[in-house]
């Protein structure tokens, strides 16, 4: 029970996360301008036939984020009874999970970048928490894992970190045009993921092996979508397509970035538990 609703979160979190990416690349971000109503209604009786345009977006994205947040409570009463490291888990999904509520609603009231930029950052690692709950709460996943030598799990942890990092880099080029520190990012990501992916499929492990076949195959994904949005961004290159593909490229991207992270926070959870 806990598995399936682990899953179910995440599935809905990538949909939550795809539909704030639409809300930032539309422009629709300030389309509702109360919060926690919208237009003075009961977010959930909003009218339907008043959704159009930003306000469709970014009306779904609250009614998603509320979903989500019904299916965080409930995989943490499952996890509760599983008790020990997966209760506290738990625990903080709800607690992430509320903060993001409120860091979103505070955007719109606010009106701050730098709520923005927070707002999307913990948006990932709450996906990352999510993998790593349904990786703990999968039947394969509480089989031992094969062994792995140390300097292995020092640099799976510090490639973690490094994909975070470019997760916060690239809230801030959204929010505050920092591409510097996202295309310093992307370098490091792409000389030290693949190899500890290659290094990692090579263990056989029946968890960490196919994820990292996974993991490589997302990032050359990654990199073409991010040279594409790149280019649609900073060039005056014709884009097939157009502005749909300008508004699509983005929201991809963020949406195999979380992919990325979160099959990432799988290798180490799992190589944690070698």
């Known amino acids: 029970m806990a598995h399936r609703l682990a899953l179910s979160t995440l599935a809905a979190t990538c949909v939550l996360i795809v539909l704030g990416g639409l809300v930032t690349n539309t422009g629709a971000a300030l389309a509702v301008p109360d919060w926690p109503s919208t237009f003075g209604y009961n977010m959930v009786l909003f009218p339907w036939s ?18 989500v947040g019904l299916l965080t409570l409930a995989l943490a009463g499952a996890l509760w009874r599983a008790g020990g490291r997966l209760r506290r888990l738990g625990l903080v999904a709800v607690a992430v999970v509320l903060a993001q509520g409120v860091l979103g609603g505070l955007r719109v009231v606010l009106l701050e970048d730098t709520l923005a930029i927070i707002h999307g950052s913990l948006a990932q690692a709450f996906f990352a928490l999510l993998a790593a709950i349904a990786l703990l709460t999968a039947p394969r996943g509480r089989v031992a894992g094969a062994p792995v030598e140390p300097a292995l799990k020092g640099l799976v942890v510090v490639a973690t970190a490094l994909l975070y990092a470019q997760i916060v880099f690239g809230a801030l080029l959204t929010h505050a045009g920092r591409i510097d520190l996202h295309l310093a990012g992307a370098v490091l990501v792409f000389a030290m993921v693949p190899i500890v992916a290659a290094r990692l499929r090579r263990t056989g492990d029946a968890v960490a092996a196919p994820v990292s076949r996974l993991l490589l195959v997302l990032l050359g994904l990654q990199l073409l979508l991010g040279v594409g949005s790149f280019l ?7 884009i097939p397509g157009e502005q749909i593909t300008v508004t699509l490229l983005p929201v991809a991207h963020r949406l195999v970035g979380s992919l990325i992270l979160g099959a990432i926070v799988v290798l180490a959870v799992r190589v944690s538990t070698a």
């Open 232 to 238: 649609a961004r900073f060039s005056s290159l014709w």
């Open 50 to 67: 008043r959704m159009v345009g930003g306000i469709l977006y970014e009306h779904s994205h609250r009614l998603m984020g509320a979903l």
